[in-house]
């Protein structure tokens, strides 16, 4: 691991003029994955300012009916909160999706946004790849990809964003609050991480310095009846092959309101605008369902050995959709209030 210098931030101004005056600093949050990084030699910063001790580590309720999340909470801690659990449990099951206890208990939630792909070609800087170099190349298009993009990729990169909460956040349609040297500003999540294009090392439209200091949620009635769903390879500590952050209001037999998030397919995490656009008004059956997911994965581009993603995807959409068009059930089920969880107790901080 290169040498670097070490600060711990005391307040944010501050911590911004010291990242923005240096290109190869980085922020300094729970570290599970730029540590990470930097042992694989992947991440070489010349100064790590610590944020933790930042006043960013509070969950407040907002008089819009909202949360607002420090971004120095951690995941554990968010995911086991009262106010999280039943009125945004799919954020709450994203999180207890993702790594094990211990790095939950570790990770905070700006750091969870901020994590950077785990594409094995990115991981070793003896191989090639735009990502981490521009211009060398992506040799992961003709070589391992199983687990990279089907969406939105480019000749340049067919990275996917690891993160599950960013997924959940994608469908609530949270705000990301950032400090920057010239004032404050907030970005939707879903306009936090760029797609490659021809600049796949660029991960976010944060510029050098900025800072995520909270994430907003809004008041959003259909997602007290929301839910998260994951496919991987093994049950624990492992990420998607793909993954559906769904909520759904049905009146009448017929769609409301809806939203749907999509994760492991894409470099972001992929709001499904198209199929929402398509389920508006229609009845609320696997048929309508399926035939919503069609149009949105209509531009899909699979590479060799990833193309069974889609069918994979369209199947996990169309089943969590249909189970949240059913009745509801017992208190547990699906809303985090205490019940039965697919992912095991719930962990504490």
Known sequence: MKPFRYERATEAGAAVTALGSS??????????????????GVEQPDLLVDVTALPHTAIEHTSAGGLLVG????????????AVRTRYPVLSQALLAGASGQLRNAATVGGNLLQRTRCPYF???GKPCNKREPGTGCPAREGVHRELAVLGASPSCV?????????????????VHVLTRSGTRTV????????????????????????????????????????????????????????????LLVD??????????????????????????????APATA??????????LAPAEPLRDNAFKVPLLRSLTVRTLTELAEPAEP???RTGDGGPHPEGPWETP
């Open 23 to 40: 290109p190869h600093a980085r922020y300094l949050g729970g570290g599970t994955n730029l540590v990470d990084l930097m042992k694989l």
């Open 287 to 296: 048929e309508s369902f399926a035939r919503a997911v069609d149009a949105e």
């Open 252 to 281: 009448g037999g017929y769609v409301r309101r809806v939203r749907l998030a999509f994760g492991g397919v894409a470099a972001r995490p992929w709001r499904a605008r198209t199929a929402e656009e398509r389920l508006l008004g």
């Open 159 to 175: 990275a996917t964003h690891p993160s599950d909460m960013a997924v959940a956040l994608a469908a609530l349609d949270a705000g």
């Open 331 to 333: 208190a547990g089920r």
């Open 188 to 247: 939707p999540v879903t306009e936090l991480h760029r797609l490659p294009g021809g600049s796949p090392e660029r991960d976010t439209v944060l510029a050098p310095g900025d800072l995520i200091t909270h994430v907003e949620l809004g008041a959003v009635p259909e997602a007290a009846d929301s839910v998260y769903r994951k496919v991987r390879d093994r049950a624990s500590y492992s990420f998607a092959l793909v993954s559906v952050a769904a909520a």
């Open 71 to 82: 971004a120095a909470v951690r995941n554990s801690e968010l995911a086991a909160d009262h």
């Open 123 to 125: 991981q070793d800087p």
